[in-house]
């Protein structure tokens, strides 16, 4: 139970830091800059996410570098954090497994002229 009611202090944290007038206007000038989905290369919709690299809560608000952020598509930003998971590197086996899936369904779909369809 401490540990739930300090984790949603933190988040409490958080989502008060996202509503400030230092992070809005950070986040406006780096979307202005980016323009485009770091994964997906479509320009950045209303649901976009300013990603923060690095995961150490304690650097939550510091804002000074901008190489620590990237703008993602919805989409992409869930797909992140779920790759990324606990941190403790299981992305590079979830990515790897991923992959195998995506090779596997290319060959199989290679010569079906309905592969570009989501069926
Ligand atoms: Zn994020």
Redesign the pocket.
């Given at each position: 139970m401490k540990f739930k009611r300090t984790h949603n202090k933190v988040q409490a944290a958080k989502t008060k830091f996202r509503r400030s007038s230092k992070w809005i206007k950070f986040r406006k000038h780096m979307k202005e800059k980016q323009r485009v989905c770091a994964v997906t290369g479509k320009p950045l919709g209303p649901t976009a996410?300013l990603?923060?690299l690095c995961m150490d809560e304690t650097q939550y608000e510091n804002i000074e570098d901008e190489t620590h952020f990237v703008f993602l598509s919805k989409t992409a930003?869930e797909t992140?954090?779920w790759l990324w998971g606990k941190g403790n590197n299981d992305w590079r086996l979830r990515l790897k497994n991923l992959w195998r899936v995506l090779y596997r369904m290319e060959k199989i779909n290679a010569n079906n002229p309905e592969k570009s369809k989501n069926t």
């Open positions: 996410n990603h923060h930003h992140v954090h």
